[in-house]
């Protein structure tokens, strides 16, 4: 039996580190002044296992497009830090009257 529970220990404390993180990363997000009004639902779940991993408002309904926007914005700086600029290029193939383009964003 003791056997046992020290194969299982590292993947149990792996997974309690990985909620760990999770949990510290939401707290941090919720505490920013730019989600004063907001509310967060997140349920993850191991893909491998179907076990919880972490929830935070898991059952309550919210628009699908608002949550995958936090999703996308979370992965995008992950993955692109937080001094990635997209580069926009724009192209005219004709005449214009002037050369001059004026952007308006």
Known sequence: MWVIGLML???F???QAVSKKVETAVAALLADAQMKHA????????SNTGELV???NGTTGL???SSQKVITAAAAYALLGNHYRFK???GYNGTTATALYKATW
């Open 54 to 56: 972490y929830q935070k």
């Open 88 to 90: 926009t290029e724009v």
């Open 9 to 11: 220990f590292p993947f």
């Open 39 to 46: 509310i967060l639902g997140l349920y993850i779940i191991n």
């Open 13 to 15: 404390s792996q997974a």
């Open 63 to 65: 628009a699908a497009a």
